[in-house]
């Protein structure tokens, strides 16, 4: 299963003249995370507690992944010709590293594993403190928790993304783009991400239809979107129809995406920045 996040950025990078080129976007986003992480093994280990710096892996771009989440229509087509909206080309090809990106396990899951269910009770209530008090020196954000870290990057993501429903061109064309879908919903950003968000849905309830035992619980204010268990011979008829639903968007929306994704690129890259996160974007999101 996974956690659906909002998250897109675009890289930063600028020069001076007989200086040199500052780090972009993504390496000063990249920069606060690892003081982040190192003030978190300081203030663990002051409380005889361990800690292992975990910061997310820089991201590694496909090819043509960066024209993608810029709107470029010929590599969303290149990429929407295989995967669709990248739904349900997870259980198709599963060793493909675009459908499928590796992360690496967090190295602290031995150690957490290794307790008790009251010392990783108190492992982790240390932790959560020693992660707020991070932010607050490394970013000068007061958060409560990671929990609360997310939402407040989740909220800020929205505040900033819902300028773009009040642009006058990009709200022209959302009209044109749902009048081509025939669907009723015309807001720009509830747009970029419907049809992923529509067979996300779907795959999730193929999903619970085979989940054994309880279901799992979202999070307040996330949403839960389970991966089915099925065989890519099994899930290949979804993803056909998925490939042809994400053409016919990407054909409806061949004015918006270029116009909408660059802005959207450039708020997200913004925040997440501010929140000390690489961000990378995607052409639509849950």
């Known amino acids: ?36 992480e190192e003030k978190r093994v300081a203030c663990m280990k002051e409380q005889g507690l361990a800690y292992v710096a975990a910061p997310e892996p820089k991201h590694t771009w496909q090819a043509g992944e960066r024209e993608r989440v810029a709107g470029d229509l010929k590599a969303l087509q290149a990429y929407r010709a295989k995967y669709g909206f990248g739904v349900w080309s997870r259980n198709v090809f599963p060793k493909d590293e675009v459908a499928n990106p590796t992360y690496p396990d967090n190295p602290n899951n031995a150690t957490m594993m290794s307790l008790s269910a009251d010392a990783l009770k108190k492992w982790r209530a240390a932790d959560d403190a020693c992660f707020s008090k991070a932010v607050k020196e490394v970013l000068g954000k007061t958060v409560t928790s990671q929990d609360d870290y997310w939402s407040q990057l989740h909220a800020a993501l929205r505040k900033e993304l819902g300028a773009l429903d ?35 849905q779907q ?6 239809k085979t989940w054994k035992g309880e279901l799992p619980k979202a999070p307040e204010g996330k949403t ?23 053409l016919k968007d990407l054909e409806c929306g061949k004015a918006f995406y270029p116009a909408y994704s660059p802005k959207a690129q450039a708020i997200n890259s913004r925040v997440n920045l501010e929140f000390g996160r690489e961000g990378v974007g995607r052409e639509d999101v849950i």
Request: with cysteine; hydrophobic share 45%; proline share 6%.
């Open 224 to 246: 839960l979107v389970l991966k089915p268990n099925l065989k890519p011979e099994e899930a290949k008829p979804y993803l056909d129809k998925e490939i042809k639903a994400a």
């Open 1 to 36: 299963m996974f956690i659906a996040k909002a998250v897109a950025a675009a890289l930063l990078v600028g020069s001076f003249s007989g200086l040199a080129s500052p780090p972009s976007g993504a390496d000063a986003a990249y920069e606060k995370q690892t003081k982040m």
């Open 203 to 208: 795959a999730s309830k193929v999903a619970e």
């Open 166 to 200: 009040k642009d006058e061109r990009l709200v022209h064309l959302g009209d044109q783009f749902a009048k081509c879908l025939g669907v009723g919903e015309t807001k720009p950003t509830a747009l970029a991400g419907l049809g992923r968000r529509t067979f996300a």
